[in-house]
């Protein structure tokens, strides 16, 4: 078992090391080079996580679906204006899991887009390449 289980008792005056933003992620660039990025310059994930359909980590792509999930939120609350000025209110009892549905991934999907523009201006200022995993 390793040292930092959790059911194994630790030598006396063992501490763990922690994360800090000074380490560095070690991964290889469009360029196909091996480079090291801190955490805030890694941005969002960018491997394929094993399944079929590649996601979607630059930022163009993510702002569009940050745009379309907005433009869904909208269509959202146009309905939810319609209903208040039909007086059917019964339809939200009937759909009320829509509204946290909608805004999880709205909101994941501009936090999303915020940390990987905000990556891109860091690994422009120190001039490094694109992470492409």
Same mark, same amino acid.
């Given at each position: 078992?390793?040292?930092?289980?959790?059911?194994?008792?630790?030598?006396?005056?063992?501490?763990?090391?922690? &994360?800090?933003?000074?380490?560095?992620?070690? &991964? &290889?660039?469009?360029?196909?080079?091996?480079?090291?990025?801190?955490?805030?310059?890694?941005?969002?994930?960018?491997?394929?996580?094993?399944?079929?359909?590649?996601?979607?980590?630059?930022?163009?792509?993510?702002?569009?679906?940050?745009?379309?999930?907005?433009?869904?939120?909208?269509?959202?609350?146009?309905?939810?204006?319609?209903?208040?000025?039909?007086?059917?209110?019964?339809?939200?009892?009937?759909?009320?899991?829509?509204?946290?549905?909608?805004?999880?991934?709205?909101?994941?999907?501009?936090?999303?887009?915020?940390?990987?523009?905000?990556?891109?201006?860091?690994?422009?200022?120190?001039?490094?390449? &694109?992470?492409?995993?």
């Amino acid at each position: 078992m390793a040292r930092r289980s959790k059911d194994i008792p630790q030598d006396p005056g063992y501490v763990p090391s922690q &994360r800090t933003d000074e380490q560095l992620i070690y &991964r &290889r660039a469009e360029n196909g080079e091996m480079v090291g990025y801190t955490p805030a310059e890694y941005g969002v994930r960018k491997d394929d996580g094993g399944g079929l359909v590649k996601p979607v980590n630059s930022s163009g792509g993510l702002l569009f679906l940050a745009i379309l999930l907005t433009a869904c939120l909208g269509g959202l609350i146009y309905g939810v204006v319609q209903t208040a000025i039909t007086n059917q209110w019964h339809i939200l009892g009937e759909v009320w899991w829509v509204f946290p549905a909608t805004l999880f991934p709205f909101s994941v999907a501009w936090a999303s887009y915020l940390r990987e523009r905000k990556a891109e201006k860091l690994r422009k200022a120190r001039n490094l390449p &694109r992470p492409v995993d």
